[in-house]
Nanobody
């Protein structure tokens, strides 16, 4: 499958952004989906995941209560609503798809190109 992330940009601390990931080339509902991020000089880290039917979600402790992952299987898209953004949320955000039929999803088979989120204080 191919993944195309969008929605990144520059936002002030405390603000909100909504990322989207459009998926094509496969049956979207067969995949658990995840969001990851990589800040400058740091390793890529897990942010959030959602099961193929949307019934289960998982979040990194650093974003719990601020970020919400959702999906629309009719539109082959997954979203990441980010509220109360902090400086430390600045990173390139990647969406990923996992067809492994495990929970939490692992491994992720396909990755998008990333979208940059910059939070300014």
């Amino acid at each position: 499958v191919q993944l195309q992330a969008s929605g990144g940009g520059l936002v002030q601390a405390g603000g909100s952004l909504r990322l989207s990931c459009a998926v094509s080339g496969g049956t979207f509902s067969y995949y658990d989906m995840g969001w990851f991020r990589q800040a400058p000089g740091k390793e890529r880290e897990f942010v959030a995941a959602i099961s193929r039917d949307g019934g289960r979600t998982e979040y990194a402790d650093s974003v719990k209560g601020r970020f919400t992952i959702s999906r629309d299987n009719a539109k082959n898209t997954v979203h990441l609503q980010m509220n109360s953004l902090k400086d430390e949320d600045t990173a390139v955000y990647y969406c990923a798809a996992s067809g492994a039929m495990r929970w939490p999803p692992k491994p992720y088979d396909s990755w998008g190109q990333g979208t940059l989120v910059t939070v300014s204080s």
